[in-house]
């Protein structure tokens, strides 16, 4: 394995506005190391300088499910006839229900559920002190993350990424003289169901899970340019060398079919995975990883006309005020393509899983809220990013793992609900836990399933692939909707159909028809019989969704206060601050609140008095639901607050403590405030906040097959193009469509779209791109442009 001389790093260059850096080593795993991922594997580097230490992932490492006795998906474990019935006619009779009383009945305590677990952590004793000039950076623009310093006059330099292409992660220990790498490396787990042991320059560490018997593996080769390596026991030693490699692979023997959740023994594909890694050149290595990450990443740039002071990125976060300081459009701009970056890094097509509560990244045994996929949100919200940033590729191991949800939820909708179709409650895990266990505000939540398939039909209107709603998104969604076709309640009030028991996440009382409850059922029933349309089948069932759809309470209520209410009654406080803000769900990520409807201002009198505090994900919604609003300067005082209080210095999102929804919500929130497409119309730069005069944005996604790129100069729209992957008809709403404007293609032709309002149309041909000018804004800055630069 021949190495490149050392490049230049850790000698602190300015800043591109795409590079996370730091002058000093992380101490703190969840604060300040630095993320890198493939998808399946993760690891957080820490670039310390007596040792270094690299924490790593594998996604499928899971404690719970088959194995452990007692596992049973959550299901009951004894059948409980007439019990939801019994509930159902309480809350009938009593309007509303204690969550513990409900819990009392229908929960259960929780079995074998599982974690998600740490695979350990390298070590490399360097034995280095006194460093000086350092510097710790990850870059976005490659996926690499650096760690360099002098010692003694020797300039030491390490780089690693994580590989989609072979999975595996690489990291290279060089310094700019010869024979000047030693290390030792070793392994450590928390873990003690595992052994360690070292041949030929590798490291292997292999296991079973205590309680589940889920086989593990990982290896490290160690490949040396000049000196000596050494085989120690359970370590390597490095003696004297001009560089060294590091490559690592892991696996587990998970599989994600039901029941069993157990396929091959991972030793063959993790040693021909690192087998080959090693047989390659750094340098091939890293172009092949390079090339892989940048045609996702490359897609989309967004310049909020800010530059990126040279001050380290925790310095920059400190310094954010949401105004006008010097680092404030510079750091919003990496925040957003950081979420990118998160997202790539920790959901790929080759994936099994899909991106967790911590996307791949875990240090521990017992992680918060097991580092699992609830789905009352936060799933979702890991994904919503995907379709409109152009990461199409990172959908698929959510679309894979909602698939797998189907077997053991169709199971548990026949169980527990007497239902045809599937279900999952309000978490699940890698073992199809789609059942229910006993904490009281957040056991019930069969919802879920309609929520999480929502997106598999917006994947469909993303890109319109026929193929792909009949194969992949139809059955899940057709199954979504039979459960609630089933699972419907006749409202003695007024002879609606609603979900009963219902319950708003995670919060007030049992009743029946809360209004996030009405809004998904109506969605997922809305949905299905689109699709069906759309595939011509399934004629009977059509019939059944649009009699449910006729008389489904809508769950769409304007309350005393001018509030949307929460719930069926009015019930709602003017002084409840609840994270979860349910009820707003037909906003977004709904759509069937449209701007300037009697509904959305009563979603702007809801969100005022919910405030602009929560969790971090909690604000990131709120960016998401202003943008919606069409109010910028709103979503960007969201932005702001997220930034300022629910980010970490290594920009990670903080609940508390580290959950990663809250950067993919923000970084959905960003595009929609630039791009928004749910009503099958483009609508462009609809929630421009004041804060950002100058900008440009290009290759967000539209709903139509549709890119986008946008610019804009002094806080008005000025050009925008899109380019339509399809033939056919194509609507965008600019405000200066209401003005004077020129329409052509990208050979100059003049194209005439049909005018109505803000929304020009036109016929637009697959493989074109089509730019509309703001000629008003060109004729007002040209001269100011002129006046300015003599
Ligand atoms: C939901 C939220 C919590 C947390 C958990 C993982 O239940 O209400 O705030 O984010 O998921």
Known sequence: MPHPPPARLGVPVPADGLTLWYDRPATDWETQALPIGNGPLGAVVFGGVATERLQFNEKTLWTGGPGVPGYDHGGWKVPRP?????VRRRIDREGRVAPEAVAAKLGQPRTGFGAYQTFGELFLDLGHAGAAGYRRELSLREAVARVGYTVAGVRHEREYFASNPGNVIVGRISADRGGEVSFTLRHASPRDDKTVTAAGGRLTVRGRLGDNAMVFEAQVQVVVQGGTRTDAGDRITVTGADSAVLVLSAGTDYADTYPSYRGEDPHARVTAAVDAAAASSYDQLRRAHVADYRKLFDRVELDLGGRAPGIPTDRLRRDYTGGAAPGDRALEALFFAYGRYLLISSSRENDLLPANLQGVWNDSTSPPWSADYHVNINLQMNYWLAEQTNLHETTRPYDRYVTSMVAPGSRTAREMYGARGWVVNNETNPFGFTGVHDWATAFWFPEAAAWVARHLYDTYRFTGDEAYLRDTAYPVIRGAAEFWLDFLHTDPRDGTLVASPSYSPEHGDFSAGASMSQQIVGEVLANALAAARTLEV?????????????????????????????????WDSRTDTHRHVSHLYALHPGDRIRPGTPEAEAAKVSLAARGDGGTGWSRAWK????????????????????????????LWDTHPPFQIDGNFGATAGIAEMLVQSQHDVVRVLPALPPAWRDGSVRGLRARGDLTVDATWRNGAPDTVTVRPGRTGPVRVATPFAAGRYRVHDEEGHEVVPRRDGDTLSWDARAGKAYTIENEAAVAITAPAALTLDP
Request: proline fraction near 2%.
């Open 82 to 86: 007439g019990a939801v019935a019994g």
């Open 623 to 650: 960016i998401n639901f202003w943008a919606r609003l069409l109010d910028g300067d709103r979503a960007h005082r969201m932005l702001a607050e997220q930034l300022r209080s629910a980010t970490l210095d290594n």
């Open 538 to 570: 399934d004629e009977a069932l059509q019939e059944e969704l649009e009699a449910a759809l006729t008389g489904l309470d809508p769950g769409l209520r304007v309350g005393s206060w001018g509030q949307l209410q929460e719930w069926k009654g009015d």
